[in-house]
């Protein structure tokens, strides 16, 4: 149902600078920053931040120095907030392809290709369904509205670019002095193995010693342990705790927990006599409960998020039904419409983009056989690929308009494409890397077109409100989209080589779990009893109405320290919160404190990872900076610098919102 009353901010006759050189050029550069930023959040705590906010106001603050419009900031923010839309659909599935070992190495051509076609595909299909879904006044559009809403409090002055620079500068100088690459003097975690007291069970093991002549059971003597670690002193993993909200950090911290706290001491201790030859201290156990964790925990982890993805897409099968169908019936409806269109209104023409989706489906034809090495299974995975991806973009659009970017499902809509990719490759016969390789790159695709459909949407929404013409936003998604795509890859395998991907400083935890899905599936070595055991987990979260199955598992996923780190930036937000409440009188002092904490903490984690990304750039470069300063190589920092950072960190996000709404309510005054 459209909504024929809705007036935008711009009024539809206002002729108005918007789709200019100076628009796109900072869109360009906000794309490839942002979404290099996302990249390195998403390998490091295996979530990525909406940049439609620190876009906005990023826009807002430069272009102000060049007298630029409204129109003019909305077109640079939807230029570069695509870029971490196209970051999340390649942290998600590029990587597996080097953790399942199709390839050595990241192939830089091919991973381009695989975002490009990713992220054009994403903006071709959403045009499609822009209008019913942008103008249907059902959808709510939290995150967008309130985006709207900021740009138009910009007007006045206020555009908050403070917060953003200011966080950044300050996560950035942390990072330098935190990050192994760096000059080490900050230590990041502190973490130690607790051995327990002498125990005896009735078990049998390798090492079982028979205590009663001709018992039937062997009775032997376990000590165990547990690892204990503190949270990660990271700006970042504060700034995404802060912005999901206390609520979210801890079902993501209950998810470590039950994973490093509760099954981790119980396969010690069954493992303890087995494992006793190889440890060498307390450190030597520290490593020993990394592998064990990642050899057993990690597939029951996988197995959760597994039935915590399929269940989220079951819950909103509703909106996912009505929005694909809403999809379907526009495309019908824009064939048959021959009435001139206002400039609001006015989408790119939908014959060029029906044929660039029909172009863009016989390259990947082609693309595909160079995986396969069959153009049968070629043909094969393009249809599948072509099909899932309308579904998804549908799906994501739709799921925008309702929850906002930050809360979209990404991994959960491909990894059902990957399941139903790797189920046809067994099914035709494609075996070994080529049919992972196969698997993957149809995964990798829609990934993409997931994550950039559901971002396009969500900025078209502000756009929609501000009086933003359809037409040029959308030549601006596609130009931020292919600027990233030709430059995200850069940063990614810069990480890998600085790092590792797959390591505890880059876990990757959708790319694992990718990874494991389709060579366990194609290749046969998935650990199903681990697996299946990890989906009865989340049938009994689901049975008991826990929140997010999906989110627990990924915290089972993820290292202990980034997890609690993630639980404390939520904790500031609840204090930060608490502090506020007494001062708070209507919903714009909430808006108030709300829209300044999220941009602090959405500066901490830009900052963060821009300093990560450089400092990865300097190890390939054979520089490092703890060396050239004379620090000794088994220095690794002071852990009383760590807790003064997560100080300076909470007094940051606590004080300034607070401080912002007063002097909001000042001015009302």
Known sequence: MTNKEFKPFVPVETSMKELTFKALFLGVILAVVLGAANAYLGLKAGMTVAATFPAAVISM??????????????????????????AAGAIFTLPAFIMTGVWKEFNYLTSTLLMLVGGILGVLLVIILRKT??????LPYPESRACAEIVKAGQGGQSGAKYVFGSMGLAAFIEIFKNPNGILIIKDSVKGFLQFGLSKINLINSKAQVITSGAKEAVFSQKGGMVLQSPAASPAFLGVGYIIGF??????????????????????????????????????????????????????????????AFYTLFKMRTSLISGIGRGIADIGAAKGSSVKVKRTDKDAPLGIVLISIGVIVLCMIVLYNTFT????????????????????????????????????????????????????????????????????????VVCCVAGVAGDMMQDWKVGHILGGTPWKMQVGGMIGVVAAALVLVIPIMLLHEANTIGSDALPAPQAGLMAMMSKGI???????????????FAIALILIGSPSPMLISVGMYLPFNTTFAIFVGGLI????????????????????VDNTGLLIASGLVAGEALVGILLAALVVGNINLSSLIGLPADFHGFWWLGVLVFLVLGYTLIKYPYRELLRSQSEKK
Not at 133 to 138: G, K, Q, R, S
Not at 397 to 416: A, E, K, Q, R
Not at 579 to 589: L, N
């Open 373 to 444: 090495h069959q153009i049968g299974s070629a043909i094969l995975a393009a249809v599948v690929m072509a099909i899932a991806g309308f579904i998804f973009a549908a799906v994501a659009g739709y799921l925008v308009g309702i929850i906002g970017s930050s809360s979209n499902p990404i991994s959960g809509l491909t990894l059902s494409t990957l399941l139903i990719a790797a189920l046809l490759m067994v099914f035709v016969g494609m075996k070994g890397n080529p049919g992972v390789a196969a698997v993957l790159g149809i995964a990798s």
């Open 133 to 138: 879904m942008v103008e249907d006044a059902t």
């Open 573 to 592: 937000k609840y204090i930060a919160d608490q502090v506020a409440k007494k001062r708070i009188k209507d919903q714009k002092d909430k808006d108030v």
């Open 247 to 308: 609520k979210l950090a801890a079902i993501t911290f209950s998810g470590g927990i039950f994973g490093w706290l509760f099954l981790m001491p119980i396969v010690l201790f069954l493992m303890y006599n087995d494992l006793l030859p190889f440890a060498d201290g307390g450190s030597g156990w520290i490593e020993i409960a990394k592998s064990a964790y990642s050899s057993t925990v990690k597939p029951i982890a996988v197995g959760g998020m597994l039935v915590g």
């Open 522 to 536: 194609v290749g046969g070595e998935m650990a199903w009893p681990l697996v299946i055991s990890g989906m009865f």
């Open 61 to 86: 603050a430069v272009l102000r120095f060049f007298k630029g419009t409204i129109l003019e900031e909305n077109i640079a923010r939807t230029t570069g907030a695509v870029g971490e839309a196209l």
